[in-house]
């Protein structure tokens, strides 16, 4: 168990390395992201995620370089992206990533130029679920507030073309969903404790 005075000076170092290259960060920033506010929030979560204080100096700054230049706004909690620590296995360290949740995804399609809008949701076993195909696809979703919704069957994704007034939808059931983490290794999102099932479904439906 590290010291509580030890870690306390890791976070102070891991803040003060952050604080080292705010400048250079801000100057990749986009004018529509708080530069500001994304170095106070990458400096707070060394104190809410301690095992970022133990990842590499140059992959912490790296993941922050990452979001400044996608342009996404930093949260600390699962929004559009955040930070977290995980073991390489191949170096034996540990190395800070970005993780982006669907929000992040839903930002940068938008940003394409392509969608007029796009939006995910997960289905649940109790939910009305219905999938129409032929030349009138669509879906038809609905469940009742009050009632619990049990585990989750499946999500989808809608989007609007651009100056189109139909949409179109992608559904992935459960299995599908756990082929693409299989065939991608799960990835880091997935044994990020802070990153609930629900989010990861609406990430993979927007991606694809």
Request: with cysteine.
């Amino acid at each position: 168990m590290v010291p509580l005075g030890g870690y306390k000076n890791k976070i102070e170092k891991m803040q003060d390395l952050i604080e080292k290259h705010s400048v250079d960060i801000q100057k990749l920033v986009p004018l529509h992201v708080d530069s500001g506010r994304m170095i106070r929030v990458a400096r707070a979560a060394m104190t809410r995620k301690p095992e970022l204080t133990e990842c590499t100096e140059i992959s912490l700054i790296a993941a922050i370089v990452e979001a400044a230049v996608l342009g996404l706004k930093l949260e600390t909690r699962m929004n559009h992206c955040w930070l977290a620590g995980f073991k390489n296995n191949r170096t034996g360290l540990r190395d800070a990533q970005l993780l982006m949740g669907y929000e992040g995804y839903i930002d940068l399609a938008h940003r394409s130029r392509m969608l007029d809008s796009i939006y995910a949701e997960c289905v649940y076993k109790n939910d009305e679920f219905k999938e129409h195909l032929g030349t009138n696809k669509r879906i038809e979703h609905d469940y009742d507030p009050d009632k619990d919704r049990g585990p989750i069957i499946g999500v989808y994704a809608v989007a609007y073309l651009r100056g189109s007034s139909r949409p179109i939808h992608e559904y992935l059931p459960k299995a599908r969903i756990m082929k693409l983490k299989a065939r991608g290794g799960g990835g880091p999102a997935w044994s990020d404790p802070d990153f609930g099932e629900p989010g990861m479904f609406r990430a993979k439906a927007i991606k694809q």
